[in-house]
């Protein structure tokens, strides 16, 4: 059984709980799905171990009932290698075999409860209920918590922004499941990063993570990368070449720039997906594989299938799940913390002593668009460490473009005393120079820590707040004391 083959989805979002039932007794079947449904829940079901594995892999449920002995499967084995890929899914084991041993067996490898053939009703209904509940109360506390403290850094991605606490919350939802999954987004946005966050929290962690850009090689070469080649195929073709759909076996391929792909190559592709076979190029056997495939594209995808570039029965076999990341405009509070990672990733690999910005070149940089999105900012950070030193970050050291464009905002810094925009601040002029809240505040905190040399006790007392409150926003906004 390959690992990291159970999980549960995000896209299809429902109006009540589903329950996935598997037991090989039909009539068992019928009556699991009736109660689960008197009982307000939607029922799905199956009868083997390969139903689990494919009904697992096309909606999110909040119980799973299964039998102890299906035809194809040992149920304790499916128990342990569910409870490893999605600990918080509740598990209610059913036999007819009812012993303690079982019992003890099975809740010691995650069950959430252990029934016996013939089912008491009464006792399936309250252990029904029980285990939704139980799968609610998790899935509430972890997105709780992860608002209260959202993390600075996830897998690589930084940004607290609303749009990436999603994306992240989705990522963690879909990596343990078999899904094909299209990332979205502009160029420069991190589809990449998703894509191997998503491999590293699945239980293919521990296998090959395969990144090809079919945009970038040509349709004869792309073909040989993704499906290798036979010795002997052709010219030049002196030994076996194993393409990117063996080395990543058991592992997870990313295909970047999916939409670029010849239309041959798509259709041999989704053959492929159907199949889980390919043939190397020059081959009269068939190879088989068991590798996820994550894709993504900086277009739009359904107006690629309107204009015949992208197959459309392919396109719906990788859009299962869509992930859209935003631009990095649409995300200006996290333009701070994503500069920050980079200007002290970068100031280390340059032996430089930079560890912030100050404030103009914050505003400055969070005014401009960022057509290129992260990897522009990651350019222009780089830029910034190779041409100069110091401690700061300051706007004359940003490229022309940027300051031009934050001259061009109208935006101009206030004449004030720095102390008097600190305390009191400018009047926006026009509506658009309304600034959001906590930008304000985080403008004024740095401001007031720069006044007062890092002192957090004497701003905390200016600012009439708590130095724990104030310890707290320093974090938050990335702010150098």
């Not at 067996?105 to 013939?118: I, N, V």
Request: some cysteine.
């Amino acid at each position: 059984m390959c690992p990291g083959y159970f999980g549960r989805e995000v896209f299809l979002i429902v109006d009540k709980p589903a329950i996935l039932a598997i037991d090989d007794e039909s009539n068992l079947l019928r009556f699991f799905e009736y109660n689960i449904r008197d009982l307000g829940f939607d029922a799905v079901t199956g009868e083997t171990g390969e139903d689990l594995r494919r009904l697992l892999g096309e909606k999110q449920y909040a119980t799973v009932l299964l039998d102890m002995m299906l035809p194809d499967a040992n149920g304790l084995d499916l128990l342990s290698e569910l409870h490893r890929t999605n600990p918080d899914l509740p598990v209610i084991m059913i036999t007819a075999y009812g012993t303690i041993d079982k019992a003890v067996e099975a809740m010691k490898r995650g069950a959430f409860d252990f029934l016996t053939k013939p089912v008491d009703i009464d006792r399936f209904n309250n252990t029904l209920r029980n285990a939704v509940e139980q799968n609610q109360l998790r899935r509430e506390v972890r997105s709780l918590r992860r608002k209260l403290e959202p993390p600075r850094e996830f897998h690589g991605m930084a940004g607290n922004s609303p749009q990436m606490l999603e994306i992240y919350s989705m990522i963690e939802s879909v990596a343990p499941t078999t899904a094909t999954v299209m990332i979205t987004g502009e160029s420069g946005t991190g589809k990449e990063l998703v894509a191997r966050a998503i491999h590293e929290l699945s239980g293919r962690s521990g296998k090959p993570f395969i990144a090809i850009n079919c945009a970038a090689i040509p349709r004869d070469l792309l073909e040989n990368e993704l499906f290798g080649h036979e010795k002997g195929s052709f010219t030049g073709a002196v030994e076996l070449y194993k393409g990117c759909f063996e080395r990543a076996h058991e592992g997870t391929l990313f295909l970047d720039e999916i939409a670029e792909m010849d239309l041959g190559l798509q259709a041999k592709l989704l053959r492929l997906i159907q199949e889980r076979v390919f043939y190397r190029i020059g081959a009269t056997r068939p190879t088989k594989v068991d590798v996820r495939i994550l894709s993504a594209t900086n277009k739009d995808p359904s107006e690629a299938v309107q204009n015949g570039r992208f197959r459309e029965d392919l396109f719906y076999r990788l859009n299962v799940l869509r992930l859209h990341l935003p631009a990095l405009r649409e995300r200006r509070e996290d333009i701070g913390l994503i500069a920050a990672k980079f200007l002290l990733e970068l100031a280390a690999a340059n032996e430089r002593r930079f560890h912030g910005f100050d404030l103009k070149a914050l505003r400055a940089m969070e005014r401009y668009t960022w057509p290129g999105n992260v990897r522009e900012l990651r350019n222009v950070i780089e830029h910034i460490v190779i041409l100069n030193d110091g401690d700061r970050v300051t706007v004359e050291m940003l490229p022309e473009f940027i300051r031009a464009a934050r001259a061009a905002t109208g935006n101009a810094e206030s004449t004030n005393p720095p102390f008097a925009t600190a305390v009191a601040g400018d009047m926006p002029a026009s509506p658009e120079s309304i600034q959001p809240f906590w930008q304000v505040e985080r403008d004024r905190i740095q401001n007031a820590l720069d006044l007062c040399a890092g002192n957090v006790q004497e701003v905390a007392r200016r600012l009439e707040i708590s130095p724990a409150t104030l310890y707290r926003k320093i974090e938050k906004y990335g702010l150098v004391k």
